[in-house]
């Protein structure tokens, strides 16, 4: 839910009932069942979703999907990806 606004685009959490500020990028690939969580794209992807810090902290993959979450690797630090499988 893209909102042009004099500041820059502003994006939404794209969950319905959620009017929060988006600050990760959920894209997934069914290839390969596999969700990945990173900060805030810049460009809107049509096999992405845009997270609140809620959503994206409480979400859960499908059984027998891959959840990776990427945001650690922004500030330097690889370590802090966290592999959870569903
Ligand atoms: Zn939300």
């Given at each position: 839910m893209a909102q042009a606004s004099p500041y820059g685009t502003r994006r939404q959490c794209s969950r319905p009932t959620c009017s929060t500020a988006a600050v990760v990028t959920l894209t997934y690939e069914y290839r390969t069942s596999h969700v990945w969580l990173d900060l805030l794209s810049s460009e809107r992807d049509p096999h992405s979703y845009d997270l609140c810090r809620q959503h994206a902290n409480t979400l859960s993959v499908p059984r027998g999907w891959q959840l990776t979450d990427r945001q650690g690797f922004a500030f330097g630090?690889?370590?802090?990806?966290v592999h959870r499988a569903s």
């Open positions: 630090h690889p370590s802090d990806a």
